[in-house]
């Protein structure tokens, strides 16, 4: 009986897009308003799981065509290790497997070719290669992202903001994103964690120290791995065949800190939405069910595990739940920037922000946290400390080669140049308009910002919405916060009002 009531399986990505999908329609569509700016919002978050479920798929084909041609250079390399060391081999033996493997191994190239030139090649449709798979999807994600980054544009626009609350009590949205959260949190404890090349920074800048933790992947796998019989002679130091460096289990304390870090990210992400509708929207169920949004996401559920992912986004989240104090909030968003480099261009949006008030606080802040950063670095001895600090503050070219994501799957890397350049005009068009800038417009450029940084990343673009995510969910609930001001909330203001606004809801 245990193992039937304890038997529990991962969903399949897919089926989880369509599962969430449902619940998220259901949960927060405005039915008797469908042409509603809540209803385009969701639909832009639901497309945006077609493109992640297509960039897994090519990827999942890749590592199975790697591995199926790792299996086949080790048999070949199996084969000629035989033959240099018996000689010639006797082929016309049935009995004789060695024979049999050299035979295959010889007359497999020829039969293939022999097929080619049968087959007219202008008859059959060119099969889509797994590269192409990952590319398109990619397409798909970044093509979303651009109607995501005009509705941020625009959010400033409307002002006319009408309270549209989820279509559940806060309790029920409660009791369903607690357990969405335990089985997420029970799928990184149970996973098997691997060393990867995705986590965190290696040729592009970011934070040094990010390298040293695994990525803990809570996909299920959709296929078997290619299994095949050890080769009758190994060489000394050798990996199982199928095996890579990259598979290797991490060490345990890194292990164990990257799940802790992954479980306290998304915690922490999950308490500070509740605490910003609490405090700062004065609507506890806008928070809760912005929140338990965050955690149906299939995005959400694909990459509970990466660390590079989540920490960023909970630290950009406490730093807008910390605005009234600028020396907090400066703290938050310097270790965001610190970590991943691009949340720097975050800063004169901030900075304008507190321009007339808090400005020295904010900026002492984030220094602490620059410096804090920069002294952990000693710990890694691999290289030497400029170069750890020039990759943390990107303090180099923009790279060409060997490039992750959409830029190396076929698009030209010089165009990052003229996305990079508007990157930068669209950071310094913030610190200036508007004039003067709200709690509303910090929250939705901060999150257009990190948008716009998909755009040019050189690993991944486009995958990290982690960064941008709860900040576009945060907009989409938020009410009309014109008032919320640094003179008017900032200790010391001129104006300074209530910590948090009392409205009649709340007290019922």
Not at 56 to 82: K, P, S, Y
Not at 237 to 250: E, F, I, K, R, W
Not at 322 to 341: D, K
Request: one cysteine or more.
């Amino acid at each position: 009986m245990g193992e039937i009531l304890l038997h529990y399986k991962r969903p399949d990505p897919t089926t989880w897009v369509y599962l969430s999908s449902f619940l998220t329609i259901g949960l927060f569509f405005v039915f008797h308003r469908c042409w509603s700016m809540r209803n385009l919002d969701l639909v832009l978050l639901i497309l945006l799981a077609p493109g992640l479920l297509i960039v897994h798929e090519g990827r999942r084909r890749q590592i199975l065509e790697n591995e199926e041609a790792r299996v086949r250079a080790a048999e070949m390399e199996a084969v000629e290790t035989v033959r240099s060391v018996t000689g010639d081999i006797d082929a016309s033996k049935p009995d004789d497997p060695i024979a049999a493997m050299a035979a295959m191994a010889d007359g497999s190239s020829s039969e293939f070719e022999d097929d080619e030139q049968q087959i007219d090649s202008t008859d059959v449709p060119r099969r889509l290669t797994a590269i192409d798979v990952e590319r398109y999807g990619f397409i798909w994600l970044l093509s979303i992202q651009v109607l995501i980054l005009i509705r941020l544009l625009l959010d400033p626009l409307m002002i006319r903001r009408p309270l549209l609350d989820p279509n559940l009590t806060s309790g029920g949205l409660l009791f369903i994103g607690v357990w969405l959260f335990i089985f997420m949190m029970a799928n990184v404890i149970t996973s098997t964690p691997r060393m990867q090349v995705e986590q965190g920074p290696q040729l592009g800048p970011g934070y040094s120290l990010m390298n040293m933790l695994p990525a803990i992947p809570t996909r299920p796998m959709q296929e078997p791995t290619v299994v095949v019989a050890q080769p009758v002679i190994a060489t000394d130091n050798a990996l199982p065949v199928g095996t890579t460096d990259n598979a290797l289990p991490s060490p345990t304390r890194y292990v164990i800190l990257a799940r802790f870090l992954a479980i306290f990210s998304h915690l922490a992400i999950v308490v500070g939405i509740i605490s910003i509708g609490y405090r700062h929207f004065g609507n506890m169920r806008s928070g809760v069910g912005c929140a338990t949004l965050y955690l149906m996401l299939p995005y959400t559920a694909q990459m509970t595990g990466r660390v590079d992912h989540a920490l960023p986004a909970a630290l950009l989240v406490w730093a807008v739940l910390n605005y009234r104090r600028p020396l907090i909030a400066g703290l938050f968003l310097g270790a965001t920037a610190g970590l991943v480099y691009y949340p720097l261009f975050l800063l004169p949006l901030w900075a304008s922000f507190y321009w007339r008030l808090g400005v020295r606080r904010f900026a002492l802040g984030v220094g602490i946290s620059l410096v804090t950063m920069m002294a952990l670095l000693v710990v890694d001895g691999s290289l030497p400390l400029g170069h750890h600090l020039m990759r943390m503050f990107g303090l180099m070219m923009p790279l060409m080669q060997d490039l992750d994501g959409v830029w190396g799957l076929g698009w030209e890397p010089i165009y990052r140049l003229p996305i990079l350049v508007g990157f930068l005009l669209l950071s310094g068009f913030f610190a200036i308009w508007p004039a003067q800038k709200n709690l509303g417009t910090l929250i939705g450029f901060s999150a257009a910002l990190m948008v716009a940084a998909q755009f040019w990343h050189a690993y991944g673009g486009g995958l990290y919405m982690a960064w941008f995510l709860p900040l576009l969910l945060l907009t989409i609930v938020r009410p009309n916060l014109e008032d919320r001001v640094a003179l008017k909330v900032i200790d010391g203001g001129r104006l300074a009002a209530p910590r948090r606004p009392r409205i009649a809801a709340d007290v019922a």
